[in-house]
């Protein structure tokens, strides 16, 4: 157990709707980092917060936003969903902004249909 | 434009014998490498790094190779064990930059 959580663990929706998916990362740990997952993709990062302030950005289409709130837990919002968005997605966590060890939840997997 | 490629989708080797997983990446500017492995339905744990100073970095039966010069990083595993089956990612970081993955390579340990 990492020790970061993810939920949902499975999410089936339908295209056009709007989803969000929640991270709780470890115990004394400030940053969180997105990725996804597609099929045949490696992990694409997504984005970075580090104690609540967005940190990094990678290849976030602009239908997605994130946010870290003062627990330190965040959320990441997935909008107007198409067929493409279907991916295994990642939360990870740690101590510092640049630490290379990162914790990875178990993900949440998207279906859209 | 992928900066960090894993050529082979999959591996599969005998128990006992040695695991070898490749992985190439583009920018030299990239001072930290490392090794995630995952399980199915897990997400990925970190495994072995290496930073650029070093050219080789044991941790029990793995061990890390970097060749800067080439810009190839390998993974040896020696020796296989079945439990070893998964799918092995290689990550680089320049600075402190968030982690860049490969697309990862599938190893299968056949006892």
């Known amino acids: 157990d990492s020790g970061v959580t993810q939920t949902p663990k499975h999410l089936i929706t339908a295209t056009g709707q709007r989803v969000t998916l929640r991270c709780s990362p470890r115990?004394?740990?400030?940053?969180v980092y997105w990725y996804q997952q597609s099929l045949d993709q490696g992990l694409q990062f997504l984005i970075q917060y580090y104690n609540g302030e967005e940190r990094a950005k990678g290849n976030i289409l602009e239908r997605f936003s994130a946010q870290q709130f003062p627990d330190l837990h965040s959320e990441l919002n997935l909008s107007s969903l198409e067929l493409g968005d279907s991916a295994l997605y990642f939360c990870a966590s740690s101590m510092g902004q640049g630490v290379e060890k990162l914790f990875f939840g178990s993900g949440t997997q998207l279906s859209v249909l | 434009d992928q900066q960090v490629k894993q050529n082979s989708p999959s591996l599969s080797v005998q128990e006992g014998r040695i695991s070898i997983l490749n992985c190439d990446y583009t920018?030299?500017?990239?001072?930290?490498f490392l090794w995630y492995k995952k399980y199915p339905a897990e997400g990925p744990t970190f495994l072995i790094s290496?930073?650029?100073?070093?050219d080789k970095n044991e941790d029990g039966r793995f061990t890390v190779f970097l060749n800067k010069s080439a810009k190839h990083l390998s993974l040896h595993i020696v020796p296989s064990q079945p439990g070893d089956s998964a799918v092995y990612f290689c990550?680089?970081?320049?600075?402190?930059?968030?982690?860049?993955f490969g697309k990862g390579t599938r190893l299968s340990v056949i006892a």
């Open positions: 290496i930073s650029s100073i070093k």
């Open positions: 115990s004394g740990d400030l940053s």
């Open positions: 990550a680089v970081r320049s600075g402190n930059t968030p982690l860049v």
């Open positions: 920018n030299s500017m990239f001072d930290y």
